[in-house]
């Protein structure tokens, strides 16, 4: 049996508030036999069966590509009654991981051909008493919520229903897809060690930046509140709970005597926490239950011994930035982007046994199901917020060609060739005299690199007016689509756009008294990006000039991720000569990095970046598995 045969999908009421939690009970008969839990909602979950937890987590999806879970529950069914409790939390509101839409749950236990139970107005349901409703306090804007426990209003609701009442059905329309990968795993809590504690505060070490579910074990000697926070790294003794609009901390009202309590919902990623507390309490346990997607690693071995710590610190980073997709910061914002993920799935290639072939290609197929009016690709995916980067639209070309040229698997280039077409189309329609323009409105980023003249005016309004980088990465998208379309049998009908498109870059673009590009036309903004990316364009210069330039210092730096194009200019052009300088480079970087954790920064300006938001653990800064793989 697939999908589901009976079930329907329901909620508490028939409105629902924003950040709201919801708490589904029913009971059925189970003799013998395998049973399937079919399980998809609006927002996030956890499933209980007879009491005890089952899974939790639902895959990032839109209405019209729904993700449901096959779980199988046969290893907690006892002969003759059981119970299966779920809580969703409804998020309600539009983030840069998720699309506002109507509350709901739809699940369905079905064994062989047969249907145990469904959900239904049968199913009992009710608004949680321990969980605060509608708070809609902000992580940041990226994660979402966070919320508030009390666990004085804890009840047995999961094993009996009480306080529940009859659900009510509600009217979703949605194309159900089975998640695409496995779940990710628990494994064994990471007990924290309190480094501090006194006047009712305390600071916990997990020693290693740590990416998990949030696990409290204590006893307190009274009713009271208290603030738990978390951070990458201290600063002046404390975690940042909050750094401008951000507030990194949830809120828990003790009850007397022990509490035990795991939120198997909100993912956390952090170093440190830090609670304060009315009272003191006795800790036995403070920690986060790891939540990972299993991979298996390539056995590298390297000769320098920095060499291996840079690399196993980057391989380490990739996997604290897997979830159900591909995150580029686990502390911050938990995001699929399209560049993000496209040097993380290049970096798995080469760590990960089989490339991770898999899991690339459902992040792949996920970003393919956007839907935005103007037809580039949103931000994030999925994402509610009308925002996007359109250079990034451009650089889903080369991460599909990438997947098609590592995995050999043409299926996921036939399924996504019309939406590349799509996209492509809305760039030529953004052209004027042979060039591509930048793209107007506060909806529109147009972001290249954290680094001098690339980083564009967010949620500002920039004139529609030519510029080198977003042509140059039209350019590569050209190429990259020629490749994909001979791979999968399909006609080029873009040779000579690309051709003009190069012709024109250079007319416009390249100063020939100084040998190098410009960022605009008439211009002196010569970064490392644009002529690093001009070289592995095609577009006409003197490579061997430009690189002499790059290693000398001569222009405006990239940022961290983009040096792989950096770098590959470099040895593209001469790798004898280069690779050492290539080296040193990584080593003198991320060797700064090495020094103080395990997983590498989002930029080398570390924590401090981005006025103290700056991440410890970004995936896309894991490209020098790709250079220590190579040499």
Known sequence: MEKFHIAKWIWVEKNCK??????????FQWEEGDVNCLLSCDGDYTLYINGQYVASNQYGDYEWYKSYDRIDITPYLKKGK??????????????QRYIKAKAGLIFELQSGDNVLLSSGEHTQARYSIAYKQGMQKLVTRQLGFSFV????QEDDWKTTGKGLQSAVLIDKSCSFVERPIEKLKLLECVHGRVVLAENNHYIVDLGK???????????????????????????????????????????????????????????????????????????????????????????????????????????????????????????????????????QALCGYKAFEGGNAEYVRSNLKLISQDRREDGLLAICYPCGMDLTIPSFSLYYFMQVNEYLKNTGDITLAQEVYNKLISILNVFIDNRKNGLVLKFEGNNHWNFYDWSPYLDGELHG??????????????????????????KIGKSFMYGELLEESKKRTKEAFYNADVGLYSMTVGGDEYTVLGNALAILAGVELDKKYVCEKIVNGELSDCSLSMKIFKYEALLATDKEKYQEWVLNEIRREYGKMIEQGDTVWETIGGASAFDNAGSLCHGWSAIPILFLNKF
Not at 18 to 27: A, H, K, V, W
Not at 149 to 152: K, P, Q, V
Not at 261 to 275: A, D, G, P, T
Not at 464 to 486: K, S, V
Request: aromatic share 12%.
């Open 149 to 152: 426990y009390d666990a004085t």
């Open 209 to 343: 930046e740590t990416v998990g579910l949030v696990s409290l074990d204590f006893v307190s000697p009274t009713v009271q509140k208290m603030i738990v926070a978390w951070g990458e790294d201290l600063h002046n003794g404390h975690v940042c709970q909050r750094i401008e609009h951000r507030d990194f901390s949830f809120d828990y009202v003790a009850k007397a005597g022990k509490n035990e309590y795991v939120n198997y919902i909100l993912r956390l990623c952090c170093r440190y926490l830090e609670i304060h507390t009315e009272e003191p309490i006795e800790i036995g346990s403070i920690g986060l239950i790891p939540q990972v997607y299993l991979v298996k690693e390539k056995q590298v071995k390297l000769d320098n011994a920095l060499d291996q710590k840079i690399y196993d610190a980057c391989v380490n980073t990739l996997k604290l930035c897997m979830m159900e997709h591909y995150v580029d910061t686990p502390w911050r914002e938990q995001c699929l982007y399209v560049y993000d993920s496209r040097n």
């Open 18 to 27: 924003p950040d709201t939690y919801g708490e589904f009970y029913d009971e």
């Open 82 to 95: 059981n119970s299966i409790a779920i809580l969703v939390w409804h998020f309600g509101t539009d983030s």
């Open 461 to 486: 309004t920039e004139d529609a007016i030519p510029d080198l980088m977003i042509n140059l990465l039209f350019i590569l998208a050209l190429q990259n689509l020629r490749e994909i379309a001979l």
